[in-house]
């Protein structure tokens, strides 16, 4: 997130797209909720009618994959009513031609009929955005997991920068970050092509400091991201791989090809707390510990650094990942000298130059902000103040792309993938949580109530789904705020692993899998 | 901001002006007993108990919602007041289950603190209230009405916090009840079971399922830490027992979430001690069954194998996936083990899914 959490409930317009946040992000929701009472206009725009929409100005439902289309479209309005923020385009950003031109690429009438939205809805949601004060714009993996991912993005920062909506309070672009840490595994550099803190593997001094700092010599070359890895593991030039407390058997698209790599590695090493689906495949199975049990720090989606406390011993003889990482290392020969995390937190603040003023003293009572360059620095409530941390912020030209697989006469639905309030991810803590497991024993597809009577299903009844890459059979939920034609799944469930019938094309960016978007069709069992 | 002097049990302390009794007591270091009021929420002014005598005011006046707008003399420990506060306390406890001996929440309720500090005569009064079945209808709090003092405080959050409206008051007098919609269970309801509700029930009307019998409330040691469901990163007390998490609680730290919890941050802890958690190193024999093995064994086998494929393919067949709900410091120390023991960037995690 550009800005904070707290901030949300000052804004005066919030755009929800892509993120159903009261099951995802419960507690930001509330943020939302309390803005909503307080007078904010909030504008959702999702193929699903969410909770959200119920107190929203606007629910806008798009077609799934059209996202560009309708952030262009609105765009395009505010540029011809004239609403765009001229100084701020002018004295902090670049390329405003380019992004003017590619917005008057298509007509509203077009737009229309790719997003299936009213142009008048459009317009609407363009004019309340853009003269409102503070507009803000929170997105999740609604936006974010298309072969057009990161057109999504851009056009979302497009529409910040036109509006004057960044490096202000309670303005932003607000990506809600799904899982703890995931911030903070990208910002340890848990990423093929970067080191911690974002720094370039690619870049030869900062190879070198790492070099140095390691004190080990260091490769140059990008390394395979998680589906990368799959498709190499499946021709056999990929030969081991070492899985930490993950479980791409149920999170990962075309899950019957990812069981098929895992099963060619020649040596699969899989640590976690449970047998997960993942872990039965293992040559070796070593036992981690849950986050109750270790002592550490989360990074939250909004950048900041908070202190996870042991609370209990480990169970037999389970022990903190750290501890059997350092121990492998040390057995191959790479001597790791760690005693407890705080060392590790002292040599991650010494090689990333937005946690150096983090310390374990500092947030032991509430965590810190990145940016914190210094021990004095008191952490960066929002970014871009002033001035765009690149210089000037760039306008991108960005055009509507259709998502990889569009219905057709086989596969004649769309189908899209989510979460829900209940479970977590693959459900490996959530579903052996009781009593999170009895209010939500099963998982359920979620279909339109006009095409439960085309297809003559009731609610509750099975159904068999099937796509190019496999097929599955669930329970059917009927949901009358769905759009005709989409059809919606929670990947939770191993039962009904939504995955095996998702696409595992990638953007080509950012390689993040097209899970919003394949086609299926569904069968009444 | 104005600034009005007040004596407060004769001291004397400054305050801004609009600051209420209550929160005046408290900067002078002078606890007012309450019930249904709760920082996090606007005062009810039902429960009667944080009384006080102001000067030149006919009747007491209740210290949470009587807010300083003139110089002022309190008194919030007088005898008038505390005949007042025992009176009310005995009022409450006429309708009162008084089975502390068996109540989740002994040696965390203030009205049984209350009640002991006042020596209250428990059976002083007696009056008929209606006798509530106990709900135990959802898998996550139990509903227990007969010991409900009606503070309104499980109202308030659910409406002010949660701005839900799941439950309010129904029926009047005597019969008054905190209900949903035509009193059905919670399941019924749209209640997303954040338990808000229950972490400010001051008595033991609402407690949670998951620690029903396991816990005496002085037997919990709490630690705080992150909330691993999800990025929001709230703040979340782990209550402890015989290396047993048994249930979560909201501190009062200044956190992201202020106090809120959702469903699976509040009720979804017992996978910490489930039985199923692994606890030995496993290696899959040539049948395909996993055996338990040593550290020892499984550290030199994987440093063995990983050098062998290493040696044989060279560094870049080798991969590791590190995870989105592990700490930073194992991130950290996985990536460099990846780039710097193995020699790749083949280094990725499930931020994309």
Partial sequence: MTNSISEIKDADCILVTGSNTTEAHPIIALEIKKAVKKGAKLIVIDPRRIELSKIAILHLQQIPGTDVAWLNGMMRVIIEENLHDKNFINNHCEDFELLKEAVYEQSLEDIEKITGINSSDIKEAAILFAKADKSTILYSMGITQHTTGTDNVLSIANLAMLTGNIGKESTGVNPLRGQNNVQGACDMGALPNVFPGYQKVTDHDLRNKFEEAWNVSLSNKVGLTVTEMMKEAATSSLRALYIMGENPMLSDPDINHVEESLKSLEFLIVQDIFLTETAKLAHIVLPGVSFAEKDGTFTNTERRVQRVRKAINPLGYSLPDWKIIRNISNALGYPMRYNSSYDIMEEIRYLIPSYAGITYERIDNFGLQWPCKNIDDPGTKFLHKDKFVRGKGKFHSVKYIPAQEAPDEKYPFIFTTGRMLYHYHTGSMSRKAKGLDEICPQGYVEISLEDSQELNISEGGEVKISSRRGQISTMVKINQGLRKGVVFMPFHFVECAANTLTNPALDPKSKIPELKVAAVNIEKF | ?353
């Fill in chain 2, 1 to 353: 901001m104005e600034i009005i002097k007040i004596n407060i049990d004769n001291q004397q302390v400054q305050v801004p002006k609009g600051t209420t009794i209550l929160k005046a007591a408290e900067i002078a270091g002078i606890e007012i007993p309450n019930l249904c009021f709760h920082k996090r929420l606007n005062p009810n002014s039902v429960c009667r108990v944080c009384v006080v005598e102001v000067k030149g005011e006919s009747s007491l006046v209740s210290s949470c919602s009587y807010t300083i707008e003139k110089e002022l003399t309190i008194y919030t420990d007088n005898e008038r007041v505390k005949t007042a506060r025992k009176l009310v306390l005995e009022l409450i406890m006429s309708t009162h289950p008084n089975d502390c001996l068996l109540c989740e929440n002994n040696g965390s309720c203030k009205l049984q603190d209350y009640a002991y500090q006042y020596e209250v005569e428990v059976f002083k009064f007696t009056r008929e209230r209606p006798k509530y079945n106990i709900d135990k209808s959802n898998p996550f709090i139990i509903r227990d009405y007969n010991k409900c003092i009606l503070c309104g405080r499980c109202v308030s959050i659910c409406h002010q916090e949660q701005c839900s409206d799941i439950i309010n008051y129904t029926h009047r007098g005597f019969d008054t009840k905190v209900s949903t919609y035509f009193d059905r269970g919670l399941e019924e309801s749209s209640c997303a079971f954040c338990g808000q509700c229950v972490s400010v029930c001051p008595t033991g009307a609402l407690s949670e399922k998951v620690a029903k019998g396991k816990a005496r409330s002085w037997e919990l040691k709490k630690v705080n830490t992150i909330c691993p469901y999800c990025g929001c990163g709230c703040s979340i007390d782990l209550n402890v027992k015989d290396n047993q998490v048994i249930k979560v609680t909201s501190p009062e730290n200044e956190s992201i979430n202020n106090g809120n919890l959702c469903v699976k941050g509040r009720f979804g802890f017992d996978f910490i001690n489930h039985p199923e958690r692994l606890k030995s190193p496993l290696l899959k024999d040539k049948n395909g069954n996993f055996k338990e093995i040593s550290w020892h064994e499984a550290i030199t086998t994987i440093a063995s194998k990983l050098r062998e494929i290493k040696d044989n393919y060279g560094s870049n067949a080798i991969a590791g996936l590190s995870s989105a709900k592990c700490t930073n410091e194992e991130n950290y120390v996985f990536q460099k083990f990846m780039r710097a023991a193995i020699g790749t960037n083949n280094i990725d995690h499930c931020a994309r899914l």
